[in-house]
């Protein structure tokens, strides 16, 4: 590790020491830590991009944060399924696993760690994880995806979405009639201005 990645991890820890930490009881503690979208984009990693080719409905570009726990998205997939779980937390065993196995697990924050949550999609065989908050009035405030201290190790990697794309997805989903979105991910977006983005209509990044 060189000097700049170790004084990197030094400011990382530090950030992360000074902001909030909600624990949930019904599980095991999840460690979240708050960042509007300026905060995480100063003092974190870049964010990494997707966008939905089908339905038609949610065909636009989202913007996502990467987990500190889980291997760096650096395998592109393009056409892969976004499927919800069931249960939708991801908490204990995902009786949809058939439907999950060889596709991106889609899962909600909640009931228990992240790293449960992307074990558990492991388990299931799911290639990758996007979570997204419960809360659908959530269009700023991402949150951290950091280890819960158990040593528990992953290999596939996870994302954080917005609450607000994450539940308007679900809801479309269902209202559609639909188990699954198909996704392109990583999105490489290098080349165009943020604002020439196909965004979603009822986010502004």
Not at 18 to 37: A, G, K
Not at 119 to 135: F, H, K, N, Q
Request: aromatic share 12%.
């Amino acid at each position: 590790m060189g000097f700049k990645d170790e004084w990197r991890g030094v400011l990382v820890a530090l950030i992360l020491s000074v902001l909030p930490q909600h624990v949930n009881s019904r599980e095991e503690p999840i460690y979240e830590n708050y960042m509007t979208d300026a905060e995480y984009k100063y003092f974190l990693k870049d964010y990494i991009f997707f966008e939905i080719s089908y339905p038609q409905e949610l065909a636009f570009t989202y913007k996502v944060n990467p987990s500190s726990f889980t291997p760096a998205w650096n395998v592109s997939y393009t056409g892969a399924s976004l499927v919800p779980t069931d249960p939708s937390c991801g908490c204990g065993y995902i009786r949809n696993h058939e439907e999950v196995e060889g596709r991106i697990a889609f899962i909600e924050r909640g009931d228990c760690s992240f790293v449960s949550k992307v074990i558990r999609a492991e388990e299931a065989g799911a290639i990758g994880v996007i979570i997204t908050d419960s809360d659908i009035d959530n269009d700023d405030i991402y949150i951290s995806m950091v280890d819960d201290t158990t040593q528990r190790k992953v290999q596939i990697p996870a994302v954080f979405l917005l609450g607000k794309n994450g539940q308007i997805i679900k809801r479309t989903l269902e209202k559609l009639h639909l188990n699954h979105a198909e996704i392109n991910i990583p999105v490489n977006i290098t080349k165009l201005d943020i604002h020439k983005l196909n965004q979603p209509p009822w986010l502004v990044w």
